[in-house]
């Protein structure tokens, strides 16, 4: 990274609500939000957005024929336009990650074709089929025409949009670039999850605890204003968090079921420190990608060779425990949350209910809500097919 | 570079087939028309070899990815140099993915709603799939990105595959564009009122629509630099890559052609070349009404000079337009272009359009010096990218 990248406004919507504010209250609270998913996925646990509507949270027409995924990234958007009503449209870019693309809308039309004649299809249903189009909804509702890009890498698109996005003021294609990701509950990839044993049979199913049997399903959109530190201090806006590192690499193909090994996430976290010209002891807190999946051993290894054990390894929280997985919007949630910890200087404890896996290696996850000045915070990102991504946030007054 | 279109499923033979004017399109084999308004499609007609097959993750998106990248890797001489490398980017760019053995999976139950099973190959399936494929070809550990912006993806991708070069981030990049036939974009498309019933007219007044169609194409991307100290053949230079969104419409491009001439420009201003020194434009040219009329409006408000306005042309007529494939088959196109010296036609075309008041190079390709060519790829979500490509002769900008 060459620039001095700081995130200037966050969007959220997850289970916890609308906000970073809720955001960090749920994962304090250490209450799961997962629930039985109900009559259309018997046997399935989600933490998702009971009741969600955009038009709750965005007083627009033409919300409604929209995917959940696009309203999910509309609402996440909306707090950031208010800070942007003055900025050429121009001057605003769109990066989103999503890791399933609006899969659902695809089960969903192919339904539509096989049981209405063809001049009957919708094609607003059609559109929301291709992955781009959340972003494009976005780029339409707010007007912001910079450029869109989409960024797809399962668990680790969202973060990888923020990579992206770096990259992309880096190449001063815009001076502000709203980036994050989003990604819906999705019943019909749930499912399949759940046929392939990988979904948690009961809950909670807590990441890194002796009793994770599998993910609980999530839902949500996280979106990040980042401007160059000098951009926003000429708009008078005081930076929520420098993003001072980007990172990520793959197994080389993977299979598509385990994530990556231990020693490709370690290799991520050494390139990232090494890139934000950090020690690993300057890092107060790592926010985890554990899932609650047998991949969390991978990242508790690669954690525990980075960072140690003991009071001078960084807390460790794990949202996921929480909020379930959300895909494309995990790891911006994730990021999220860290800021929000720097903002409070309270870092969540670990989810109730957790139980310590002895066959982990140990990391610093706390039982209570711990009160720490958290100056620089790594946030982990992983997906099934072998990539690890990680960035590196700083403290305002840590920049 | 390596293609697999519907006309050519290698270099020579796709060339040839933008001289001859061979048409792409046959009635559709894939799934059952009869009851559709329209029965025409590119398809390709494949073998994959054995060798592949266990590095094939997915389905027919994922074959079609691999069959180019193994056409590409070998041309450039590259695999030695790719094998097991962690500092190789792969950055794949699709519409739908790899949607087709769901598809095909779903026409036998029609009747009922997507089993679990059926759903499976959907969900194992993901976007990212044909990127890890790729990479499992060659082990490679670097970066693998899926950027699925729909018809410019295969732009997209090889956009970003030359920046993340260019900016020392990887040593080589892998850039794919590669789409599969899908049954689901047929009939949505046909929904949107987009499609032709037999050919695919760029251009040409009263042109129906666009003809769906399938294919890949794979370039690697190097810097001059490490491309002549292995002592590669260089086919041309990604020189600037442009980008803008329109903000307007889901699925329809910007009626003035704002954003489109804003990617163009955009590219023109990132290689440093004035405007006059494009030689040739390689079209979205989509053969819709509305995306040619806004194409054309674009090319006027970059290049307003009527005696200095270059060439366009799109090859779209012979191949259909293969989406997530299309940026990147047709920037391979260009880069021939440049190499040959000659533009390939806008076939198919038959009477001139006041509303496309552009050279569109109709029916008989040209010879020309080609030195700087712009190839515009456009999307869903107003996505648009304009590639300019100059002739290895030239060297970059």
């Known amino acids: 990274m060459t620039g001095h990248w700081v995130i200037s406004a966050t969007g959220v919507i997850s289970a916890a609500g609308a906000g970073g504010e809720a955001l960090h209250q749920a994962l304090c609270a250490a209450a799961p939000l997962a629930r039985p998913a109900g009559d259309d996925a018997p046997g399935l646990f989600t933490a998702s957005l009971q009741d969600f509507k955009a038009k709750d949270y965005i007083q627009r027409r033409g919300l409604r024929d929209l995917s959940r995924t696009s309203q999910l990234a509309c609402v996440a958007a909306f707090p950031l336009s208010r800070g942007l009503e003055n900025a050429d449209p121009v001057d605003v870019g769109v990066v989103l990650g999503t890791g399933w693309g609006c899969l659902e809308s695809v089960v969903d039309f ?32 707010f007007g912001w025409s910079g450029f869109s890009l989409t960024v797809s890498c399962s668990g680790a698109s969202g973060l990888e949009a923020l990579r992206d996005a770096v990259e992309l003021l880096e190449e001063q294609r815009s001076p502000m670039v709203v980036a994050g990701g989003a990604d819906a509950i999705n ?66 193909g993977g299979d598509g079921q385990t994530g990556p090994r231990s020693a490709n996430i370690a290799n991520v976290l050494r390139e990232l420190l090494e890139q934000a010209e950090l020690k690993a002891s300057d890092v107060d807190l790592v926010a985890s990608s554990a899932d609650a999946s047998p991949a969390d051993g991978e990242e508790a290894l690669a954690l525990h060779e980075i960072f140690g054990e003991g009071a001078d390894a960084p807390l460790v929280m794990t949202p996921k425990g929480i909020l379930g997985e959300s895909w494309g919007a995990s790891g911006p949630l994730a990021a999220a949350a860290a800021i929000e910890c720097m903002r409070t200087g309270q870092v969540p404890p670990r989810p109730q209910g957790f139980v310590t896996d002895p066959h982990l290696p140990p990391l610093r996850l706390p039982s209570e809500t711990t009160n720490a000045q958290v100056r620089n915070a790594v946030v982990l990102a992983r997906s099934a097919g072998g990539q690890a991504s990680a960035v590196l946030l700083s403290s305002p007054g840590a920049c | 570079m390596g293609v697999i279109t519907p006309i050519g499923q290698d270099l020579d033979s796709f060339w040839s087939a933008l001289q001859t004017g061979k048409q792409g399109a046959a009635p559709v084999r894939s799934f059952d028309t009869s009851d559709l308004k329209t029965h025409v499609g590119c398809e390709v007609d494949y073998e994959l070899p054995e060798a592949l097959r266990p590095h094939v993750l997915g389905g027919r998106c994922t074959e ?23 500092d190789v980017a792969v950055v794949v760019g699709t519409t739908m993915g790899d949607v087709a053995t769901f598809e095909q999976d779903r026409l036998a139950h029609r009747e009922r709603q997507a089993s679990v099973q059926e759903l499976s190959s959907l969900a194992h399936r993901p976007l990212d799939v044909m990127g890890r494929s790729v990479a499992s070809l060659y082990g490679l550990t670097g ?27 990887v040593r080589m990049a892998l850039a794919v564009g590669c789409e599969g036939f899908s049954r689901l974009a047929f009939l949505g498309f046909q929904r949107l009122g987009a499609m032709s019933a037999d050919r695919c007219r760029p251009f040409s007044r009263n042109r129906p629509g666009l003809l769906l169609g399938e294919g890949a194409a794979a370039l690697v991307v190097e810097t001059e630099e490490t491309a002549r100290r292995r ?32 990617a163009m420009q955009d590219a023109l201003t990132r290689a440093g070349i004035a405007p006059e020194k494009i030689d040739y434009i390689n079209a979205h040219g989509t053969g819709t009404p509305l995306n040619d009329k806004m194409e054309s409006l ?67 390709p040209r010879a020309a010096e080609l030195r700087h060519v712009l190839s515009n790829s456009y999307a869903f979500g107003g996505n648009n990218a304009s590639l300019l490509l100059s002739s290895p002769t030239t060297g970059p900008s």
């Open chain 2, 298 to 364: 674009a090319l006027r408000r970059v290049f307003p000079d009527d005696a200095s306005r270059p060439p366009l042309s799109s090859i779209k007529a012979l191949t259909g337009h293969m989406m997530g494939a299309a940026g990147a088959v047709e920037a391979a196109a260009s880069l021939l272009a440049l190499e040959h010296g000659v533009i390939p036609p806008t076939w198919n075309w038959e009477e001139a359009d006041p509303d496309c008041d552009v050279d569109c190079v109709p029916n008989e």
């Open chain 2, 64 to 86: 079609l990815a691999l069959l180019s990248v193994i056409q590409a890797v070998e041309q450039a001489g590259a695999e030695a140099q790719l094998r097991g490398a962690a």
């Open chain 2, 231 to 262: 002592g590669a053949s260089i086919r041309g230079f990604v020189d600037g890559f442009g980008l803008s969104c329109d903000a307007f419409h889901i699925t329809g491009p910007h009626p003035e052609g704002h954003g489109a001439a804003r």
């Open chain 1, 110 to 141: 192919e339904w539509e074709t096989c049981s209405l004649k063809p001049r009957f299809l919708n094609p607003l249903l059609f559109a929301e089929t291709v992955p781009n189009v959340p972003a494009g909804q976005i780029s339409i509702f």
């Open chain 2, 143 to 169: 970066p693998v990105m899926t950027v699925p912006n729909a018809c410019a993806a295969g732009a997209y991708a090889l956009g970003r595959a030359a920046s993340m070069v260019s900016r020392g981030q």
């Open chain 1, 187 to 252: 019943v019909p990839a749930l499912r399949v999850l759940q046929s392939d044993g990988k979904m948690a049979s009961t809950a909670p199913s807590l990441p890194m605890g002796r009793d994770r049997n599998g993910i609980v399903g999530g839902e949500g959109a996280c979106l990040l204003l980042l401007e160059s530190a000098d951009h926003a201090h000429g708009r008078g806006v005081q930076p929520l968090a420098r993003l001072r590192a980007t990172a990520g690499r793959s197994d080389g």
